[in-house]
């Protein structure tokens, strides 16, 4: 499904995220090279000289019949995205169009000083089992990654639901197809890991603890 852009002619999208206060995040367009360098400009101009300092995105007519309200994205300060695009063949039926990915660096690469980075995965209509199980394999990678202490595997589910429990992942606003999770490790994150070892909930043979304990469905929303 492809999206209008309120305000920006010639420029659909079919997938974009925004963080939990609603800036963007990610978003990939698709247009004419004009129309899309037109849109490039707009995200970097102030409001009175044509900038665009946020983005409706709304359904296509056949769509409105399910009353969903427009997506409203905040662009912020566009210093911080960056963008990677290409040109699609030019037989396709709708000519020579440009394929265009508008991005915050911060889902590139990890903030190891902050100990926050994002995890990203292929939207599907239903949450399923699998898709949940590719989610905390994909999260459980990051926090080893973004982890000051090592960690077993052994541990992932208990370790994961701790950090749900204090709020650490946190699911961003996607349309389309994109989902993204970002995973922020507490200042504590040792102090908890070891208080999990001394209560017994983990350790070198606890292969089995945190069994039944999967980072629930509402931290992926």
């Known amino acids: 499904m492809f999206y209008a852009i309120e305000g920006v002619a010639d420029v659909f999208a079919d997938a974009c995220l925004a963080d939990d206060e609603g800036r963007l995040m990610f978003i990939s367009v698709y247009g004419r090279d004009g129309a899309i360098q037109h849109f490039l400009s707009a995200l970097a101009l102030p409001r ?3 900038g665009l300092p946020s983005l409706t995105l709304v359904q296509p007519q056949a769509e409105t019949s399910r009353r969903h309200r427009p997506t409203v994205l905040e662009v912020g300060d566009h210093k911080r995205l960056t963008k990677y695009s290409g040109r699609l063949p030019a037989e396709t039926l709708f000519g020579a169009l440009v394929h265009a990915w508008i991005y915050d660096r911060a889902l590139a690469r990890p903030d190891h000083a902050a100990r926050r980075a994002w995890v990203l995965m292929p939207e599907l209509p239903e949450r399923t089992e699998a898709f949940l199980a590719a989610l905390r394999a994909r999260a459980w990678q990051v926090v080893k990654g973004l982890s000051p202490v090592p960690l077993l595997d052994d541990w992932q589910d208990t370790v994961l639901h701790k950090l749900q429990d204090e709020g650490a992942c946190v699911g961003g606003t996607s349309v389309g197809t994109l989902y993204g999770m970002r995973i922020t490790l507490p200042e504590t994150f040792a102090e908890m890991v070891s208080g999990l070892v001394k209560r017994g909930e ?6 089995t603890c945190g069994a039944g304990q999967p ?3 509402q931290a992926c929303a």
């Not at 983990?202 to 292969?207: H, N, P, T």
């Open 202 to 207: 983990i350790g070198l043979d606890a292969r």
């Open 215 to 217: 980072l629930a469905a």
């Open 48 to 50: 009175d000289e044509g």
